[in-house]
């Protein structure tokens, strides 16, 4: 029997669909949830592909996050649309939402959707893709939980709060970038301490405030460093302020509060700005296109890899050729429908 | 006679208001650029301060930058509205269009000023501060001339491209970031390459792409770089495409071009989004507020500072007592007026 099993991104999103509706989530919410993890196994982002059915699947099985609630949409100004995700995971939240930020987008040239209550499911990119294939520019981010410690500090404050920016390119994959504040991703940290693996200096601080190479320090009463130093951390705490307090949520230390040591998924809002290229600018779109694929030129030009050029080298082999699974995780993942 | 000079605020004010109308200034650009030099030389910004004088009527003289250019205020809709400064400096058109960008934010929860056709004063801080003082929260960001390398790259692709954040806290001083999305101003590698010492690694590569100490090796045919790797690299990129090319203007790429080798100002867009927090939220501002605060907290109670807290304690001292100029720059000022 080979190791692996080969899937259609059709037959991805079918099981998804089928694993998430059988653990309990309704239709809605499977669906978004499916397409998420569908995108991320496409563009072999593994750890938020089909894997993450499993830790999906145990999050909704432990009953924390609700695998039904309905996102309740209120329309706040002609710029401006909350969507309440009433503790369960975003996605369907931002579905919901995204299309009404879209239309307020298109009539007032820049609009923000809020999303609350929501839980941390993966990745930004899907959404501020989503927005970019419009046509819209995209700015989204997300508070955490506060396991990284400020600059010029060693305790921790900030979440791992990821910033994610999307630009369409008419007839090419749209510039998009999805990056965590902090130095390294949590997830990353503990694959080191797991694998028995010392991590870079730069990533983290033991109890005492020290830099260190020890991934189980950092974890257990150390921190977390932000990427850049004091710019990183101050870029950071502008996620907060803007994806917490300004939108009625919790920053990452009220949402690791909340967990209460639980380690459960951050329970956090989440704010995506959309912008209207054609309301801006002085009337001549062609050209002020030309001038953003002029910059992404000159990047490219001199070797340099535009952020997110490997996923979308990924999707196109998927898209072409489907998808290949370690055996171990399709079995493990069926198994999910028992 | 004393080597220094003693200076009220308001006497730093009418000093440079007198310098710049001398200098052919019209009084609204004059009485607006004043205003930030001010308030740069009160909070010890002192390349920002009475100093800039120097740079300005030099700039004034030269001709290249319009010292009496008035503003023009385009209504694009009820969250945006742009500002044309007609090839003037971007503070006139700021003060003007950020009362309009006020209006609009507080009638649709988020609006955005973009100006065009700008040169370059100084920091962005004085835009984000005036609109956190009157309780928006504010972000600003605008590209520069093309210095800085991408993330893998050798070559400039980038500007230096800052970015600014407001915060506001009723009773006290916001919470503001201005900071560089290289790792250091062009201004500081100047500095270094005209005493003679050497720049840290990690601020710049020569002309072959590897990474030096030389300050001359990369302001002559080298390049410098972004702050946090490819995460600053991307924001730059981001700066780049919002208060660029998505509001009609010019990338650092074509500033640069512009400039053809004169050595001048970048000419430029300025991107300036405001929210307001009683748009947002779910009707509980003092605890949203209450939340900022109480992450502040947590960075301060473990003795890490937040930006711009060194600026705010010279801006107490300066209130106080005035400020304190070296004599030679007093005279060489007051040498402008002749």
Not at 59 to 66: E, F, H, N, Q, W
Not at 99 to 111: D, F, N, P, Q
Not at 243 to 262: H, K, V
Request: with cysteine; aromatic share 6%.
């Amino acid at each position: 029997m080979s190791e692996t099993v080969q899937l259609s991104l059709h037959e991805v999103h079918a099981l998804a669909v089928r694993v998430l509706s059988h653990n309990g989530m309704s239709d809605a919410h499977a669906q978004a949830i499916a397409r998420v993890i569908t995108a991320g196994q496409r563009d072999e982002c593994h750890s938020h592909g089909v894997y993450r059915l499993l830790v999906t699947t145990h999050t909704l099985r432990k009953g924390k996050v609700s695998g039904t609630a309905e996102p309740i949409v209120s329309d706040r100004s002609p710029a401006i649309v909350a969507v309440d995700a009433q503790f369960a995971f975003s996605q369907l939240a931002f579905e919901v939402g995204s299309k009404v930020l879209a239309e307020k987008a298109r009539r007032t040239g820049i609009a923000a959707l809020a999303i609350n209550n929501c839980y941390h499911f993966s990745a930004l990119w899907p959404e501020v893709e989503m927005l970019a294939e419009q046509g819209l520019v995209a700015l989204a981010m997300t508070p955490s939980h506060a396991w990284v410690a400020p600059a010029g500090g060693s305790r921790p404050a900030l979440g791992t709060n990821p910033l994610a920016f999307g630009w369409p390119r008419p007839g090419k994959s749209p510039y998009v970038f999805d990056f965590a504040t902090s130095a390294a991703a949590r997830g990353e940290i503990e694959l080191h301490r797991r694998s028995g693996k010392e991590i870079p200096l730069g990533w983290g601080v033991d109890a005492t405030g020290s830099p260190t190479t020890d991934p189980s320090a950092v974890v257990n009463g150390g921190a977390m460093l932000t990427f850049g130093g004091h710019k990183g951390s101050a870029l950071s705490t502008m996620v907060e302020m803007l994806a917490g307090p300004l939108i009625g949520d919790l920053t990452s230390i009220d949402s690791l509060a909340l967990d209460a040591g639980e380690g459960g998924t951050p329970c956090h809002g989440e704010l995506i700005l959309a912008f209207d290229p054609a309301a801006f600018g002085l009337g001549d779109l062609q050209g002020d296109r030309a001038r953003a694929e002029r910059l992404f030129e000159t990047i490219t030009g001199q070797g340099a890899r535009l952020p997110s050029q490997r996923r979308f080298e990924a999707r196109a082999r998927s898209v072409a050729h489907g998808v290949t699974l370690p055996r171990a995780l399709y079995s493990e993942v069926l198994a999910l429908l028992r």
